[in-house]
């Protein structure tokens, strides 16, 4: 394992982690089993795939941040803002989806990376947030409950958590 010399921080996508970034990420496909053909284009043209993930974009209908987790020039994961529910996100999806990739779990990584998430979620003026993980995710639901998150019980096959959000700007 590489020890990291910078203390990891959430950062606006950044084409400094390039290799980390396109390795942990076909990794992480490769032992879920998922498809890594959407890696082609970043491969291709990184700068290009890390601009249109800078900024405030509409996703999921709602305007929504990534942030990507690093430690110099390793990347470690994502997390998602979503800065609105639609109903949809009200009932599997939340406001925060967040995932580190296989060399770097087990480290408590995601616990960090939520906790700085939620600071950017105070800074919306968001009052609280819904996290939901898949029912057989151990690890996830670890992480949000080590982050404050309340169980509000099961939909759409997902765990739900609200995590109140203390020094929130108003209320949403």
Partial sequence: MIRLI?????????????VSYLVGEQADCLLRGTPTQWLEAASEDFAGFVAVRRG???????????????????????????HQLTRELAETGGHIGY????????HGHA????????????????????????????????????????????RGGEDRFWIKLDGADHDS
């Avoid at 996508?13 to 390039?18: I, L």
């Avoid at 995932?99 to 087990?106: G, L, T």
């Avoid at 960090?112 to 800074?123: E, F, P």
């Fill in 111 to 154: 616990t960090r990376m939520l906790a700085a998430g939620l600071v950017h979620c105070r800074g919306l003026g968001l009052d609280r947030v819904l996290l939901t993980c898949a029912t057989d995710n151990e690890p996830s639901r670890r992480v949000i409950l080590a982050n404050g998150g309340v169980p509000d019980g099961r």
């Fill in 6 to 18: 910078e203390s990891p921080r959430l950062v606006w996508p950044t084409e400094e982690v390039r």
């Fill in 56 to 82: 405030v974009q509409v996703r999921w209908d709602v305007p929504s941040t990534i942030f990507w987790y690093v430690s110099g020039e390793y990347y470690l994961g994502t997390l998602v803002i979503r």
């Fill in 99 to 106: 995932h580190v990739v296989a060399p770097w779990r087990r």
